[in-house]
């Protein structure tokens, strides 16, 4: 397996468990996204898509199962791996933006790099760069509250991205967006994917969404349902093996009911 394939394994995250407000946002997942997919987790509000993305990115603890990344399970990581992935594994945008509305666009970018041990010049020079390539470097001074929605969302993925991670996890990041706005971001999350070949793992409710992923799960009540492949990125073997494991699913199946057939007899 590589460095950066993402295995979720029967997980499941219940809050209030065993109490009379208990719910089950998320009930035994179980999915591998392999570097350089498109995921995208589609489904109605409230059906566990921010629970399942949060997980991934090691800011949700699982009640049940396993995120690892690479060879590492998240649980296992110390804490100080944990906020090295949170920092430098994974970029994260959101539907809310959650920019820091006192710090310039140019701050708002390089803020994750702020803690790095560096020469200020290369982390502004970086945030530039990715300024100038989302077509808004002539923001660099304006402040968050100045910005049109459309340009909020381009300066929050090059803060994403300010730190090169593989991954990057996209919660509804169009939901606030008019339509054209919401193209450009879409259209450039695609390009982070198909130039960059980041990883790519969008959570979203509109079906309009869904043509630009690589890999569709259809979620509802908290579970994936299922899977939809549109264009299959992952490794030969694992495709392999995913149709083996589906196979003997099948042998399994037919000697069940072979079994129930004789002893009906
Ligand atoms: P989605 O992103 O698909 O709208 P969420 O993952 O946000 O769904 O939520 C899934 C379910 O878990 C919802 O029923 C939601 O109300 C519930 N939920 C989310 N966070 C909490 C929490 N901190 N405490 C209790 N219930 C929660
Ligand atoms: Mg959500």
């Known amino acids: 397996m590589s460095d950066s394939t993402i295995r979720v394994q029967n997980l499941s995250v219940i809050y209030n468990q065993g109490k009379q407000n208990e719910v089950r946002s998320l009930q035994e997942a179980d999915f591998t996204i392999y570097p350089g997919e498109y995921v995208i987790f589609f489904?109605?509000?409230?059906?566990?898509?921010?629970?399942?993305?949060?997980?991934?990115?090691?800011?949700?603890?699982?009640?049940?199962?396993?995120?690892?990344?690479g060879e590492k399970s998240i649980s296992m990581m110390t804490k100080k791996e944990k906020y090295a992935y949170?920092?430098?594994?994974?970029?994260?945008?959101?539907?809310a933006f959650y920019l820091i509305s006192s710090m310039n666009?140019?701050?708002n970018v390089c803020l994750p790099r702020v803690f790095l041990n560096e020469d200020k010049r290369v982390r502004r020079e970086a945030g530039r760069q990715l300024l100038r390539r989302f077509g808004i470097e002539g923001q660099a001074d304006k402040?968050?509250?100045?910005l049109s929605g459309g340009q909020k969302q381009r300066v929050a993925i090059a803060r994403a991205l300010v730190n090169n991670p593989e991954f990057i996890l996209a919660d509804?990041?169009?939901g606030n967006l008019d339509s054209e706005s919401a193209q450009t971001v879409l259209g450039i999350l695609k390009e982070l994917n198909e130039r960059d070949k980041k990883t790519i793992i969008l959570v979203t409710h509109d079906p309009n969404h869904l043509a630009y992923g690589d890999?569709?799960?259809?979620?509802?009540?908290?579970?994936?349902?299922?899977?939809?492949?549109?264009?299959?990125?992952?490794?030969?073997?694992?495709?392999?093996?995913?149709?083996e494991?589906?196979?003997?699913?099948?042998?399994?199946y037919m000697v069940l009911s072979l079994k129930s057939l004789f002893i009906s007899i």
């Not at 898509?49 to 990344?69: E, H, M, N, R, W």
């Not at 402040?143 to 100045?146: A, D, F, K, R, W």
């Not at 799960?217 to 149709?243: C, Q, S, T, W, Y």
């Not at 494991?245 to 399994?252: G, P």
């Open 172 to 174: 509804e990041p169009v």
């Open 105 to 107: 666009v140019l701050d």
């Open 43 to 69: 489904g109605p509000s409230g059906c566990g898509k921010s629970t399942l993305l949060y997980s991934v990115a090691s800011l949700q603890s699982p009640t049940i199962g396993d995120v690892s990344v």
């Open 86 to 95: 949170r920092r430098m594994g994974v970029g994260m945008v959101f539907q």
């Open 143 to 146: 402040y968050p509250g100045q």
């Open 245 to 252: 494991s589906e196979e003997s699913d099948h042998t399994q």
């Open 215 to 243: 890999r569709i799960f259809h979620m509802k009540d908290g579970r994936v349902l299922r899977e939809e492949i549109r264009k299959d990125k992952r490794p030969p073997e694992a495709v392999r093996a995913n149709e």
